[in-house]
């Protein structure tokens, strides 16, 4: 079902088993909240489901932050936006009672991006994440403190909006924060191909959950 309140419209799917995560699920440009719901229910079967929809919308598609062009983001919005997600995970998390669950991002392309946002400023909110397509948000001043947390980097090798470059300093930036790193080359573009898949599923399955 798909609600308004909390600031986001979004869907919720309650666990059907598999307890104590939560995938947040963040949609690419033009996506919406029931987008990434069957990639959920694939990369791990049982889990709960939040969904939100990007709140932007960029000539009627929507997205989670503004930018200014391809690759290029509007930083003051990606932070107030960043902010807001924070605060609709942490009234999901009551409204639902998934407060004890471990949230773990799965995000697509300007979903993935506010996922690293979220991870750069608000480390404490996300358990891991898995980000399919990433670029660096921003470069922080200072590294958030990210010891061990997983995550996922699925990259494209001949990706015509996301250069390798991107994936490779996206990485540094959480090596350097602690964050336990692994990337999945695929290879092909853009676009997600079962190998992207395979590799989340796995990554997932293996997570089990340091924190
Ligand atoms: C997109 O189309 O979503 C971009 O590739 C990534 C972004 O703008 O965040």
Redesign the pocket.
Known sequence: MTTADLGFTHRFVPSSGAAGITLLLLH??GGNEDDLIPLGRELLPGAALLSPRGRILENGMPRFFR?LAEGVFDQEDLKRQTAELARFIDGASRKYGIENDRIVAVGY??GA?IAASLLLTHPDVLAGAALFRP?VPFRPQTPPKLTDVPVLLAAGRSDG?VPAEQTSALAEILRVAGADVSIHWHAGGHELGQDDLTSASNWLARWGGAR
Request: glycine residues 12%; aromatic residues 0%.
């Open positions: 690419g440009t930018r392309s300007n991006n670029m909006i």
